[in-house]
């Protein structure tokens, strides 16, 4: 649960976002929440998380702005100056917080899954029922949701078999990856990444684990170390492993975690050689087009071929698509690999406006996710 991820967070001693867990009472959710926003009053977002749903289904989020006392606490804080973390300082603070909370909450906080919960009381009811978080989102305009994706075997062995960065359509949407992930030191997720397998083998967890961690640099702190919360955990078999170990196999590629590179094979043969052996791959498996339907695959590979989509096995780049969906057809998965990131991005978005050209006459555009603005980066 997202509960049980901060806890086992704090055992392994990773840092995760100023938060609460275990929320099952409006009493502590207003308690907890107007203590969190007093002791970080230059956090903008709070994020609301249902224990048991999946992705960002479960997830709301609260502005600050639309506290009436926001810029009233500001100036409390620019008067108290260093004394500001005393409790004393704050109380005033808090205690308005708390009086204005409650129907700020009601008025202004936003389910962002409005087909499951239209409106916040809706939300609300299920968060408070199964329990859930808030926590603080990065105080920041650019934040990378790193994903992590290692193996706890039996002999209590961990194996690190990806780090990737995720793609986001939507605000906490996730439709593909990069990998491997550019967006910290490898060693930093390394580190952490070990520690919570370390913390998850004492509870008797075996298998495949993924761990997300938000990368930014606050806004409010000129040369400030990158910093890094762990965000998310999950002990299940995901989508950016099974991409990662695809994409290894077909390229004849070796993730090393400890530099955080992805390199061919020939690299341990011809260790002399000049040849650039690092490889970038952007990949997903949640490409939709409602177009795919209508055609038949061996005319949608003579379409690719046509165009000069395709793999080269020698160099171990270009294209690879899945066919993620055999019955309704109307998805696919694609990776795109070349020896740098920018040349795979560019592939990336090249494939989608060939492919969402050839098969959408002007009559029938299609419901689809090609037009997305693929990024790295989300306001958080």
């Keep these: 649960s997202k509960s049980g991820a901060r806890k086992l967070f704090a055992e392994a001693d990773v840092m995760c976002g100023p938060g609460a867990e275990d929320i099952t009472t409006e009493e502590r959710l207003y308690s907890q929440l107007s203590r969190l926003i007093t002791n970080n009053i230059l956090v903008t977002r709070w994020l609301f998380k249902i224990n048991n749903e999946n992705g960002a289904r479960g997830f709301a989020t609260f502005d600050i702005k639309h506290l009436p006392c926001r810029g009233w606490a500001l100036r409390e804080r620019r008067r108290y100056g260093d004394k500001w973390e005393k409790p004393w300082a704050q109380q005033q603070v808090h205690n308005r917080i708390s009086l204005e909370l409650p129907e700020a909450l009601t008025s202004t906080a936003v389910s962002l899954n409005k087909k499951a919960y239209p409106a916040w009381t809706q939300y609300l009811k299920v968060f408070l029922s199964r329990g859930g978080v808030v926590e603080a989102c990065p105080p920041s305009d650019s934040v990378t949701t790193v994903t992590v994706d290692m193996c706890i075997y039996p002999d209590n062995k961990v194996v690190i ?77 995901g989508d950016s492993f099974a991409l990662s170990q695809l994409a290894l196999h077909v390229s004849g590629c070796q993730f090393y975690p400890e530099t955080g590179r992805v390199q061919l094979d020939q690299v341990l043969q011809y260790p002399d050689s000049k040849e650039n052996v690092s490889r970038f791959m952007v990949m997903s498996c949640q490409l939709r087009h409602s177009n795919m339907a209508i055609i038949q695959y061996p005319v949608f590979f003579q379409m690719c071929q046509a165009h000069g989509i395709g793999y080269n096995m020698e160099t171990g780049t270009g294209t690879v698509f899945q066919l993620t969906d055999a019955v309704k057809r ?46 790295k980066n989300e306001r958080r």
């Design 161 to 237: 078999n990806d780090m990737v960065d995720q793609l986001h359509g939507q605000p906490y949407t996730v439709i593909g990856y990069t990998f491997p992930q550019t967006s910290i030191d490898p060693q930093r997720l390394q580190k952490a990444s070990l520690a919570i397998a370390e913390a998850l083998k004492k509870h008797n967890v075996v298998g495949t684990v993924s761990v997300d961690f938000l990368t930014f640099f606050e806004k409010h702190k000129r040369d400030a170390e990158q910093q890094m919360w762990a965000s998310d955990l999950k002990l299940r078999y």
């Design 330 to 375: 109307n998805a696919i998965g694609m990776i795109c690999t070349s020896t740098d990131l920018q040349t795979s991005l560019k592939m990336f978005k090249d494939n989608l406006a060939v492919v969402h050209q050839e098969i959408s006459p002007p009559t029938l555009e299609g419901v689809n996710n090609f037009k997305v603005n693929f990024h």
